[in-house]
């Protein structure tokens, strides 16, 4: 491939935002140079005004395949994260048939993903009640950490573990190196929470919120940071939405216990106030909480206790969200985003002072580093996978179904105005999404281990 040199006013790298020619050859970064010394041999592209950004990675997404591609699948999940600017996504191990608790399905993954991957991938390893002394095999065979529930999580393929099967399993995984990601809700709070709802009206939003208080959050965190403390495994904290929790995270981070945490766009750009009756399509677990809890979490990324965003994308046939009837406890609970997450992130995020390398930090270097790719990707520098997105800071556009782009065209961020527009996202030097249309074909490849 000719050495190639992507221009922009706004280049986003790790030294700062400002005026720079990325040199791409072949599939990698060779270097940032400024205008006046790009290599005559370069084919230029000129973006203008327009950002170039390192290519964004989404640590936690429900791609569902192989067994209910129905709800989702590897093509459409990838092609839904190149529109957005996503050019690396992590599977969960749960909704696929079979749930990737073995070496074997990890396999069957694989076996899926074959020829139809926009963007590249990888896989978590999951730890359910039975599966302990597979932990080992799984980690040599190419998983990038672990994920657990601490309450049922809404599927019978992938069980919860209680703290005594979380036990048995803490000392394969502590001695894998690879980090545990936890679903922290207690599944003990929650069902008293629920059974003091007895006769309460679930087409009310107000209802499902009292049924996950943040009571369960704090004290399921509160559990695996001692778990963290006496074992010594990495602790990653995925999708928090309580702000109850975050002064207990920060005093392990200043005991120096390795934990990390995330949240999800749609914990910083919605909130309960606003949800009306029977909209079960905000439904999520853990659920949205209130707009003043969502300005705790936003200073928590601010100073460093959240380290990263992740969208956990969960879609599912539109029938499964009980649109018609509205009942917020029969309804699935998970937010498609994949296509659309950036421009969330960067309508909040700007209107709040921050900038887009705080975005970069968030979306691509912090989500490198869990995973285990941060010299790979995460970063626009020489040497690093030539993994660009475009943004366009200044445009503004609709939310239509044809801007979502993953099997079922719904969400709850249908008919809002954002800030913010993918223009391009580069693959490995390879363009694969321009002017919301998909470019070449599916090349994406498995995250070598």
Not at 219 to 244: D, K, M, P, T
Request: hydrophobic share 40%; charged share 25%; proline share 6%.
């Amino acid at each position: 491939m000719d050495l190639q040199a992507f221009l922009s006013r706004r280049v986003v790298t790790p030294q700062g935002i400002r005026p720079a020619a990325v040199l791409v050859d072949g599939k990698v970064i060779r270097e940032v140079v400024t205008h006046d010394q790009i290599p005559l041999e370069a084919k230029i592209v000129d973006f203008g005004d327009a950002a170039i950004l390192p290519g964004f990675i989404d640590a936690h997404v429900h791609i569902n395949d192989p067994g209910r591609t129905e709800w989702e699948g590897f093509e459409t999940a990838t092609r839904a994260a190149a529109a957005g600017g996503f050019t690396c996504v992590v599977d969960m191990p749960l909704n696929c048939i079979p749930a990737t608790t073995c070496a074997s399905a990890l396999e069957a993954k694989r076996a899926a993903a074959k020829g139809r991957c926009w963007v590249d991938w990888a896989a978590w390893g999951g730890v359910v009640a039975d599966n302990q002394k597979d932990i080992t095999q799984v980690a040599e065979a190419g998983v990038r950490g672990f994920k657990c529930f601490l309450v049922h999580p809404g599927i019978d393929e992938f069980t919860m573990v209680t703290e005594r099967q979380l036990r048995e399993a803490l000392p394969y995984i502590a001695k894998t190196g690879l980090p545990l990601l936890v679903h922290a809700e207690l599944r003990d709070c929650i069902d008293a929470a629920t059974k003091n709802l007895e006769g309460a009206d679930w087409t009310e939003y107000p209802t499902y919120l009292q049924s996950r208080p943040e009571e369960s959050e704090l004290s399921a965190i509160r559990l695996v940071i001692s778990l963290c403390r006496e074992y010594g495994f990495r602790l990653h904290i995925v999708h928090l939405s309580a702000s109850q929790a975050l002064p207990a995270l920060r005093a392990a981070r200043l005991e120096g216990l390795p934990v990390s945490v995330e949240t999800c766009p749609h914990y910083l750009h919605l909130q309960a106030e606003t949800i009306s009756r029977g909209a079960t399509q905000f439904k999520c677990a853990p659920p949205l909480r209130g707009a003043e809890n969502r300005e705790q979490l936003w200073s928590a990324l601010k100073d460093g206790t959240i380290d990263l965003v992740a969208t956990d994308h969960s879609p599912c046939p539109p029938e499964m969200k009980r649109l018609t009837e509205g009942n917020f406890q029969t309804a699935w609970g998970g937010i498609p985003s994949l296509s659309v997450a950036l421009p969330v992130m960067y309508t909040e995020a700007h209107a709040r002072g921050f900038s887009l390398m705080d975005i970069a930090r968030w979306m691509s270097e912090a989500p490198a580093k869990l995973v285990g790719c941060q010299l790979q990707k995460g970063k626009i520098s020489a040497g690093y996978d030539a993994d660009l997105v475009v943004f366009d800071e200044d445009s503004e556009f609709l939310v239509t179904p044809a801007r979502l782009h993953h099997r079922h065209a719904f969400s709850p961020y249908l008919g809002e105005k954002l800030k913010g527009e993918v223009k391009a996202t580069y693959v490995r030097g390879r363009l694969v999404f321009a002017h919301n249309t998909f470019c070449g074909k599916p090349e994406g490849r498995e995250l070598p281990v």
